[in-house]
């Protein structure tokens, strides 16, 4: 870039003053050897990659930054011969726009590529982190445990890399926090699945209290590692909602866990045979908490409308709970309810 710069300037310098352009061969040429080594590089990637995204728009770039460098080589051969050639300072202009807009091509095109494998890395563990609900021994514990850890490092590893080549200080901020709290959540995560356990094999009370907890842990975990997934995939900034980030940030947030139990919970309220306590009605209402937390953040006629709803779809749900456990669920009542 500072090579092409250098190009410019002086070609800007004769177009004002009107002087000659001077032999730019050893200038180009050292463009053209940074360009072959561009190239080659990510040519070595290309084949090494099983990314196809990457491998379908790297070449276009490919070719616009080779022949865009043609062009810088072209002009210095002409203005060697003619330092006033008009032609030749066009050459020089688009090959210098050329290399300069392939280049960019070629990162971001990486860029985008590394956030992809990240992401790949958090949905491993998000995809992970489910089998939390199936461990009911300490051997699966242990297991679990040693399975998770590995992947929770490297996950950890590539957002402390990621963070730090990032041009904006919010969105660095953001994954920081956001990674933090995944790490502060894992031995809490881990804690709850033994206390769950625990109380399971020894049959004791509190099964299902201990059941929340592990699954209240879990989806604190997995909302911040939908949180990072989102943060990893921005591109801009809007500074006016830098000035309410934390209203922004708790929106997002609860609104990646609302469409995360939307399934669940749905599922729940159709099967008329659905209890208290199973997993689509503690989706439900995480969905309710999270709906609350959304209207205690707006103001005026929204915010009274979606607590007002909030409030009411509350009461519904603890109606249809009740029916159920009494055996009442396939009446046509708690079915128009659901």
Known sequence: AQQISHLVIMHEEGEVDGKAIPDLSVPVAAVQ??????????KETVQTTEDQLMKRDMPPAFIKVENSSSKLVQAAQMLKADPYSVPARDYLIDGSRGILSGTSDLLLTFDEAEVRKIIRVCK????????????????????????????????SKMIEERQQELTHQEHRQMLIN??????????????????FVATKSNRGAGVEEAERNRKFTFEKMSAEIHEIIRVLQLTTWDEDAWANKKDMEALKRSLALIESKMAQAKSWLKDPHGQPGDPGEVALRVILDEAGKVGELCAGKERKDILATTKALGQMSDQIADLRVRGQGPTPGCVQRA
């Open 33 to 42: 050897a940074a360009v072959s080594n561009l190239v080659r590089v990510g």
């Open 178 to 195: 956001s990674m933090n709290t995944v790490k502060e959540l894992l031995p809490v995560l881990i804690s709850a699945i033994k206390i």
């Open 124 to 155: 491993g563990i998000l995809e992970y982190l489910t089998v939390a609900e199936v461990v009911e021994t300490m051997e699966d514990l242990i297991t679990y445990t040693k399975n998770l850890g590995p992947g929770m490092t490297k996950m």
